[in-house]
């Protein structure tokens, strides 16, 4: 796991239950050798259960602008229940690595 997720598991773990998640995972370059600087931090978030769909869009935006804060960096956040491309979910399922959850 990338030291910038792993030095940070504990606050971490505090705005994703904050948010009322299940599981975070990241993926992309942050998983990778490729991260770098300038690079954003991705994440694939999964909701618990019982969230209204009001209450998720307004956690997402939450969860958005504390992340970006947090890292002082962009943040792409991805809901598992979003993705249709199945290039696309092969790809992130090939190298998500599990942060929460």
């Known amino acids: 796991m990338n030291p910038l997720l792993k030095d940070n598991l504990s606050q971490l773990k505090t705005i994703f239950q904050a948010h009322k998640l299940e599981r975070v995972y990241a993926f992309g370059s942050v998983v990778s050798e490729r991260f770098g600087n300038e690079s954003d931090i991705d994440f694939l978030i999964v909701f618990q ?39 696309f979910i092969q790809e992130i399922n090939r190298t998500k690595e599990l942060v929460y959850g």
Do not use: Q
């Open 49 to 87: 259960n019982e969230i209204e769909p009001l209450e998720k869009g307004e956690l997402w935006w939450s969860l958005y602008d504390t992340l970006k804060a947090f890292f002082k960096r962009e943040v792409d956040i991805i809901t598992e229940g979003s993705l249709k491309n199945p290039y």
